[in-house]
């Protein structure tokens, strides 16, 4: 497994947009991706589950990824949010 801590800086948060961008990149790799959000863990390749976690501008996130991709999802995951998913 492989994690790593950070803030959400797209001033709108995980809204739709961000989360189906987030979702279809994830579905790519054979690792499971896991969020840690307010205390919950939220599958990563659920976009009902991240949408419901409302994830908003500033919250601190862990992303936890595990498997043989492990390494690329993790970086992946990690690059579109903190580029903003590109709204900024």
Excluded: W
Excluded at 4 to 14: E, H, I, P, R
Excluded at 62 to 78: F, H, R, S, V
């Amino acid at each position: 497994m492989v994690s790593k801590k950070m803030k959400v800086v797209n001033s709108q948060g995980f809204h739709m947009r961000p989360v189906t961008e987030f979702v279809n990149n994830m579905n790519k790799y054979n690792a499971d991706v896991k969020i840690i959000a307010k205390g919950n863990e939220i599958n990563g390749k659920s976009l009902m589950n991240i949408v419901a976690s409302c994830i908003k501008f500033g919250d601190e996130i862990e992303l936890q990824c595990t498997g043989p991709d492990e390494d690329a999802a993790l970086k992946a995951a990690a690059d579109m949010i903190e580029s903003g998913f590109g709204e900024e």
